[in-house]
């Protein structure tokens, strides 16, 4: 319905699990939920088709969706989730260490302003072991930002989103799921969908630092996360409360099988057509 | 009356011909008002029976089956008097148009004075506000049949409740040995439980056996909104006396009973007779009382299951939106009974392991759909459930079937299954429909702004390509890679 499905390979990883081929996903009869927010599930400006469900990853944001107005919406779980369920760690892994930050980011119409020096010194102070900062595409192709934080550290960036189905980097989340394993800790100085990601794959989490903003962002939106997730928001959480909190709004639990999966897609044998 | 017959059902069925079982051998009896032709033979077989009907014609009838008829009205019996009174068709059809309009409690008291002392009265009361009043979609008030000379419906002097009723014929002199709450229909109940067994009893398999029993008897009939429901939900709820169809009573005339009936709590009967009673271990236990010819019912006897119907479960958890447990039942009754439909399975434990899915009734044969049905019962009745896109039975079917765990994902088509014709889930359907319309509508008007966005693409794209293709440079680039290309193919053939 919309190429926002196939930001991050998210359709090519669906495809994946419902065995069919990832680097072909048939069209996908909804809208899939592309990163955690807190609103309908929809990212910001995607022009939603009545009648067709928004494929959300918790009860949670179904509930908030509903209250917004949007009656056709059902709760599948993250693809990364989906993509955890293929990806087993391996039992001879390295040792995990250190840290893997990734700062807030921007996009193409909103840019982040905040001061990226004073965000690299509180990071060092506070982590203990190497620091691998991990920048969107956006940033990591600004050579003044990138620079600003490859003096401290190894610099990485898992690829890019994807836009209009185009360019989409289909390995995004293994990339990004094989970093993670590399490291003790997954921080940023907002939650999003990175520090979720980082729970499901092992990372110990923490949220901490100068909050940056958008221009022109949602303030009131952005302190209501602080406010509602409290337990999420710390340099060093309660890994029995922050753990399962994370998991939630990911949809552990509610991952449909690969049959059932094809079937809300749309994409069981008779039903399936071209992206 | 000469030209006049009966124009609604008698009283009869299984049920009702089994409380007329328990009179007496060789007692006289007095059936007061239109019974069933098979009720009245059984009886007649065993004792001697008089019979009271109003329509003539309806009283030759049976009068040429040997029977004696008092063809008139209650008001004009005075010099008889009898062991047994059984008026299981209640009191409202004991009067001809002719002479006194007896009311209920005037009735009672006619039939009272033909009860011999210690005998016994079998008594029905249609209760107004029974489920098959609140899903009728007609008025009884305004009722055009021939019968319905002076329509009273819930203006009657009847008693609206047990407890009332028992009171008005204690008032009359009349004592209470047994009373049972009947569903779901007053002239042929299926279901008969005393209010302690619905107080005390199993209310979720009780729950459960009311609205199967609501099921059969509205199969495609026009309701106002579905009794399966409606029943379900008042017995569970602890409203099973209150909302039955009616209550039967056995009472005696005071002082004391010439013979007493015995009569289990719970009688359950669509076609053989179940009795259904505490053990002394406190364990509700099923009896089969009357065999039917051709079906084996061997498997009623024993424990009755404990626990809550499944399709109540499947529904909750659907509105609950809980996809973990909706996806557990599913799987769970598959795996354990993937013949019987969910209105037929009862769950008794929360971690729905394959043992605690029990089928109800054993003796319903094994059906292929079950899923389907399912889906139909969540789409036609308009329930809320975690696939709101999915509109149609068979989508929705093959994404419950694959939730179950179920293998293949092409579901083949079943027949529809004859559900109650509910005018609630009529509207919910309009209005499902509108919706589905005007979102179809607004899709339209997308794809259309998305093609003409397109289309204005694809022309630019063209636009682009006459202009370098038709451009000097973009020539004598082509000029340049056709002379490379031929000297190309030359050196090839000089070297081979």
């Given at each position: 319905m919309h190429h926002a499905n196939h930001f991050y390979g998210h359709a090519h990883i669906l495809a994946e699990y419902c065995g069919l081929d990832p680097d072909d996903p048939p069209r996908i009869n909804g809208f899939v939920q592309h990163g955690w927010n807190v609103v309908d599930g929809l990212g910001y400006g995607t022009p939603y088709v009545p009648g067709r469900p928004i494929l959300v990853y918790s009860e949670r944001t179904r509930r908030r969706a509903w209250s917004m107005g949007r009656r056709h919406v059902t709760v599948i779980g993250a693809p990364f989730l989906y993509l955890l369920t293929m990806r087993p760690e391996a039992e001879d892994a390295p040792e995990r260490e250190g840290t893997i930050f990734y700062p807030f980011h921007g996009w193409e119409n909103q840019q982040v302003v905040g001061d990226h020096q004073r965000q690299v010194e509180e990071i060092l102070e506070t982590e203990d072991g190497p620091v691998t900062f991990c920048l969107y595409w956006n940033e990591f192709q600004n050579d003044q930002v990138r620079e600003s934080y490859e003096r401290y550290g190894r610099v990485v960036c898992h690829g890019y989103r994807g836009k209009q189905w185009l360019d989409t980097d289909r390995h995004f989340l293994d990339k990004q799921l094989a970093e993670l394993r590399r490291h003790k800790r997954v921080a940023s100085n907002r939650l999003s969908s990175a520090i979720f990601h980082g729970v499901a794959a092992g990372c110990e989490p923490a949220v901490y630092g100068d909050p940056m903003h958008l221009d022109r962002e949602d303030l009131p939106m952005a302190e209501r996360i602080r406010r509602e997730w409290p337990e999420l928001h710390g340099k060093h959480l309660d890994m029995s409360v922050a753990g399962p909190s994370a998991l939630s709004e990911l949809g552990d639990g509610y991952l449909a099988s690969p049959a059932e999966l094809r079937a809300i897609l749309g994409w069981s044998a008779k039903a399936r057509v071209p992206a | 009356m000469p030209s006049f017959t009966e124009d609604r059902p008698s009283a009869g069925g299984v049920l009702l011909g089994y409380l007329t079982e328990q009179v007496?051998?060789?007692?006289?009896?007095?059936?007061?008002?239109?019974?069933?032709?098979?009720?009245?033979?059984?009886?007649?077989?065993?004792?001697?029976?008089t019979c009271l009907l109003r329509s003539q014609p309806d009283a030759i009838g049976l009068e040429s089956r040997g029977v004696r008829v008092l063809c008139g009205s209650l008001a004009k019996v005075t010099d008889e008097s009898y062991d047994v009174v059984v008026a299981l068709d209640g009191l409202e059809r004991l009067c001809s148009v002719e002479g006194p309009q007896l009311d209920w409690v005037e009735s009672l008291r006619a039939l009272h004075r033909l009860l011999r002392p210690g005998g016994t009265l079998l008594l029905a009361v249609e209760n107004e506000l029974g489920v098959h009043k609140l899903v009728d979609p007609s008025s009884s008030t305004a009722s055009q049949a021939d019968s319905a000379w002076r329509p009273l419906g819930e203006f009657d002097t009847k008693p609206g409740n047990p407890g009332r009723l028992a009171g008005r014929l204690?008032?009359?002199?009349?004592?209470?040995?047994?009373?049972?709450?009947?569903?779901?229909?007053?002239?042929?109940?299926?279901?008969?439980?005393?209010p302690n067994a619905l107080q005390d009893g199993p209310a979720d398999a009780l729950a459960a056996v009311t609205a199967g029993a609501a099921g059969r008897a509205y199969a495609e009939k026009s309701v106002l909104s579905d009794p399966r429901r409606l029943a379900a939900a008042a017995v569970r709820g602890g409203l099973g006396p209150e909302l039955a169809s009616a209550w039967l009573v056995v009472a005696h005339r005071a002082p004391r009973p010439a013979a007493a009936l015995s009569l289990p709590p719970v009688l359950i009967g669509d076609g053989p007779v179940v009795e259904l009673a505490p053990g002394r271990d406190g364990v509700w236990t099923r009896r089969v009382l009357h065999e039917v010819p051709g079906r084996d019912l061997s498997a009623l006897n024993g424990p009755l299951p404990r626990g809550r119907l499944l399709e109540e479960l499947l529904l909750a958890a659907c509105l609950r939106h809980d996809l973990p447990i909706v996806r557990r039942l599913l799987t769970g009754w598959t795996s354990a009974h993937p013949g019987a439909a969910a209105d037929n399975v009862v769950v008794h434990e929360d971690n729905y392991t394959v043992p605690s899915f029990s089928v109800l009734d054993p003796s319903v044969p094994p059906q292929t759909d079950v899923i389907r049905r399912f889906a139909q019962t969540l789409i036609g009745g308009g329930y809320a459930h975690p696939w709101p896109a999915a509109v149609d039975v068979p989508t929705l079917t093959s994404i419950l079937h694959a939730a179950a765990g179920l293998p293949g994902d092409d579901v083949e088509a079943g027949e529809e299954p004859p559900l109650p014709d509910s005018r609630r889930e009529h509207e919910e359907q309009i209005r499902a429909l509108r919706r589905q319309l005007a979102d179809a509508t607004t899709r339209a008007q997308w794809f259309e702004r998305e093609l003409g966005r397109r289309d204005s693409e694809l022309r630019k794209a063209r636009m682009q390509i006459a202009a370098f293709s038709g451009s000097v440079s973009f020539r004598v680039a082509k000029l340049g890679v056709g002379v490379a290309?031929?000297?190309?193919?030359?050196?090839?053939?000089?070297?081979s």
């Open positions: - | 007496p051998d060789g007692a006289e009896v007095l059936v007061a008002g239109p019974h069933d032709a098979a009720l009245i033979d059984a009886l007649a077989a065993r004792a001697t029976v204690a008032a009359e002199g009349l004592a209470v040995d047994w009373l049972g709450a009947a569903w779901p229909v007053p002239h042929e109940p299926t279901l008969i439980a005393t290309r031929k000297a190309r193919n030359r050196l090839r053939k000089g070297l």
